[in-house]
């Protein structure tokens, strides 16, 4: 057996450890991308529950709805097709949650945090890839949404600027996504997060105008987040729009700027101590 | 790797480690003092303090008074000094299914800053030590319990660690894979690697220990060699089987001599067995051996007892191994 030169980098000054966060990050994110190259089935597993939304909306309850003031079934394709955007964006937070629970439940955290590395980057290379599984998951969608003949109104650099207003919410919903992984106990308990995704993608203005709901709920699904994003895309894209008079209608492109900064500036520290409270 | 320089001769030192938790102690006040080169096992029931020993040891956790040093290093002032020099396999396998066994190797290579090239090369050595090698490229998902186990100690192996820490390595593993670990520890063990490990299988402890500490409640109860500690639980006891139920008389009167307590002479008349104490068991054994052949008496079976580790640690615990009964226990 030959030997192999085992000298690790021991260096301890804050240039090698901001270094090593990055390389650790970066190596992170490999392994991630590697896991998404090795299982493409995973885009399948989890595009399949908002394709399948987006063909019995725009078939099968679309038909039936007037969201463009000129009939039933009527523009519903470029109304719901930004909603549909959005509300992937918005569940990807159960990916990372689940990921993140996985991460915790198989001692990955615990191997990572016994080792030299710099071990945020546990958590730093997981949203690092999850943004670039979610540029992914939004580019399949789109081809998806061009195959079935949905058009953006608005010009390229407008179009593009409306895919990194999705990407902005989930950024910040990967914190939310983190903060609720370190939480739950187990992979099953991370499954039943659904139960939180569900209403949070569809109280909102994504299939339906958020006017033709009860009032309180209406107002719910106006200020959701989602809302904002898919409100302010909508315009970018130039579809079909149903104004109800809530004032945070009227101002979805700052909404979907500011939304996820506010998520952010919640979830963010939430996250870093549920990293910290591991020392516990 | 350099000679280190260390502060103690103790690969692990721990002074009056506490740990309190909201409503329980889970360490209270332990003591701990493992030489180089030593494979030292934690023994306790579930709740007794093992794991977090374990995680305040390996620098998962912080703790609440008491000194810890391993490998030299404090572990409270410098963890990344003592990160560098320990390797840990905690309750649950950190195996990566979707990557091949080869590449989590070198996965974890990397994340210990070692090169690309000398990751892959460490990989290759540590897949043949653990025989691994003909699985290389397979994904552990298709592995054993106990070839996963392997694969999850190579990968605590990468920078051979002077320091390895064991949390319950063979749990819920079948007996195969409990002997496939448990010969992976032997060979790191005469490797030179001070292993520190903890268990509930008693059979465990006495297989693979060079020394036993026994905790309950995160205090110590006895720290010993696993033979030290069966003798120190009641007393060695000689056990002669007649061969023929006529010579059960002769024999229960040898051993009556031989035996420390006359009271505590216990004759079985169906399986014509004696059982009595004695001290100094191995003097004992070669004069009744000497008798028997002097008076021409045939024996089934000749021999000194010690009690089970099992029946030691409810002596000196007060219950066994197992409270709640969701863990089988394999016998020795």
């Known amino acids: ?280 | 790797m350099g000679v280190l320089v260390t502060t103690s001769d103790y690969a692990v030192l721990a002074e009056g480690l506490r740990k309190r938790y909201r409503d329980n102690h889970a360490l209270d006040g332990l003591d701990l003092a493992v030489p180089y080169g030593m494979v030292y096992g934690l023994l306790g029931p579930n709740g007794a303090g093992k794991t977090t020993a374990v995680r305040i040891l390996s620098t998962l956790i912080t703790w609440d008074s008491g000194r810890a040093e391993v490998a030299g290093h404090d572990v409270a002032r410098s963890p990344r000094q003592v990160r560098h020099r320990i390797g840990l396999t905690g309750q649950h396998t950190a195996v990566d299914d979707k990557i091949s066994a080869r590449h989590n190797l070198v996965l974890f290579g990397r994340l210990f800053h070692i090169s690309t090239a000398a990751a892959r090369k460490r990989a290759d050595e540590l897949l043949e030590q653990f025989s691994l090698t003909d699985v290389a490229d397979t994904s552990p998902k298709k592995f054993s319990g106990g070839m996963r186990r392997r694969l999850d100690l190579a990968s605590s192996m990468i920078l051979a660690p002077r320091v390895l820490f064991l949390d319950e390595p063979t749990t819920g593993l079948d007996p195969a894979g409990r002997r496939e670990v448990w010969q992976a520890v032997q060979h790191l063990a005469a490797g030179g690697t001070t292993v520190l490990l903890t268990t509930h299988y008693l059979d465990e402890a006495d297989k693979l220990c060079d020394r036993i500490g026994v905790i309950d409640h995160g205090r110590n109860v006895v720290d010993d060699t696993p033979d030290g500690l069966k003798r120190r639980i009641g007393k060695e006891r000689l056990e002669i089987v007649a061969a023929e139920p006529e010579d059960l008389p002769v024999i229960t009167g040898l051993a009556e001599c031989a035996a420390t307590d006359s009271s505590d002479v216990v004759v079985d008349d169906t399986e014509l067995s004696v059982n009595v104490p004695v001290a100094d068991g191995a003097r004992v054994l070669t004069e009744i051996a000497s008798d028997l052949r002097s008076k021409g008496v045939a024996v089934a079976d000749l021999g000194i007892r010690r009690p089970t580790l099992d029946e030691a640690f409810l002596q000196l615990t007060g219950h066994t191994t197992t409270q709640s009964g969701d863990n089988e226990e394999v016998s020795v």
């Open chain 1, 1 to 280: 057996m030959t030997t192999v030169d085992l000298r690790p980098d021991t260096r301890d000054t804050p240039g090698a450890r901001a270094k090593w966060a990055v390389a650790d990050s970066w190596t992170i994110v490999l392994q991630e991308l590697t896991h998404l190259v090795r299982q493409p089935s995973t885009f399948a597993w989890q595009l399949g529950f908002p394709i399948v939304m987006v063909l019995m909306f725009v078939y099968v309850f679309g038909s039936a709805m007037d969201v463009s003031g000129q009939g039933a079934g009527e523009g519903y394709m470029e109304f719901a097709m930004p909603g549909l955007f959005a509300m992937t964006m918005a569940f990807g937070f159960m990916n990372t949650a689940f990921a993140v629970t996985q991460i915790k439940e198989k001692g990955f955290i615990d191997r990572f945090r016994s080792m030299p590395m710099a071990s945020s980057a546990v958590v730093t290379g997981r949203g690092v890839a999850d943004i670039i599984h979610a540029a992914v998951d939004l580019a399949i969608l789109v081809a998806i949404a061009l195959i079935l003949g949905w058009r953006s109104g608005g010009s390229l650099v407008a179009t593009l600027g409306a895919f990194l207003l999705l990407l902005w919410l989930r950024l910040a919903l990967i914190f939310v996504g983190i903060y609720l992984g370190f939480l739950v106990k187990n992979t099953e308990a991370a499954g039943n997060l659904f139960a939180v995704a569900f209403p949070f993608g569809m109280i909102s203005s994504v299939f339906a105008p958020p006017e033709l709901m009860p009032g309180w709920l209406g107002t719910v699904a106006a200020w959701n987040p989602v809302s904002s994003t898919t409100g302010a895309i909508r315009e970018i894209f130039e579809s079909p729009e149903v104004r109800s008079g809530y004032w945070i209608e009227d101002h979805a492109l700052a909404a979907a700027i500011a939304w996820p900064a506010v998520i952010m500036a919640i979830f963010l520290p939430l996250a870093v101590r549920a990293f910290k409270r591991l020392n516990n």
